[in-house]
């Protein structure tokens, strides 16, 4: 029970705030083509505008590490396969790779998968998606710049000037 109880004290710290050294992994789960291949959906899911996008925040790092820590083998399974299902659904529809087409292609392809009647992909895109959104938004850039996010709501200001008047109509 303490050890249940420390690691839900400790998954919100590490899943906030988090930074491209705190998710290293140790043995990593995907190739590193695989691995190219999520960031370039995750980009093309958050792509760089007057922000950084998910590839420049190695938002697919973080995706690789809750995958990996976090799912069952079968939904590991399920997330590769859907890695090489889009790479090859790439290749039928415009003859190269993911990584190789233009915007306007990822997008049609990732729309494709969500709008999908096969289980396998649209369960994919989901998880893709939403691991995106959620490491994105639990980034540290995102968290310290665009939400400016303190740990601890509120600021306590333990000595401040009371006003006389203030005092006065105390009494």
């Known amino acids: 029970m303490a050890v249940a109880a420390g690691g839900f004290i400790s998954l919100p710290a590490w899943a906030t705030n988090w930074t491209s ?3 290293q992994l140790t043995h990593p789960f995907l190739t590193s083509g695989q691995d190219d291949l999520l960031a370039d959906i995750a980009e093309t899911i958050i792509p ?3 922000t950084p ?3 420049a925040l190695n938002v697919h790092q973080f995706i690789q ?3 990996t820590d976090c799912y069952d083998k079968p939904a590991q399974e399920t997330f ?3 890695l090489n299902a889009i790479d090859e659904q790439a290749q039928k529809a415009f003859g190269k790779s993911f ?3 233009d915007t306007a292609q990822r997008t049609a392809l990732l729309t494709q998968f969500s709008q ?3 289980p396998a992909q649209k369960e994919f895109y989901s998880m893709v998606k939403g691991l ?3 490491g994105y938004m639990n980034s540290e850039y995102v968290m310290t710049n665009l939400t400016h996010y303190q740990m601890i709501p509120g600021h306590y200001y333990g000595c401040v000037p009371v006003p006389a008047k203030a005092v006065s109509q105390t009494k």
């Open 132 to 134: 995106t959104v959620r």
């Open 53 to 55: 996008g998910a590839k």
């Open 99 to 101: 990584r190789e087409g």
């Open 65 to 67: 590490k809750i995958v």
């Open 116 to 118: 999908s009647t096969e």
């Open 21 to 23: 050294e705190t998710v």
């Open 48 to 50: 760089t505008t007057d």
């Open 80 to 82: 590769r396969n859907g």
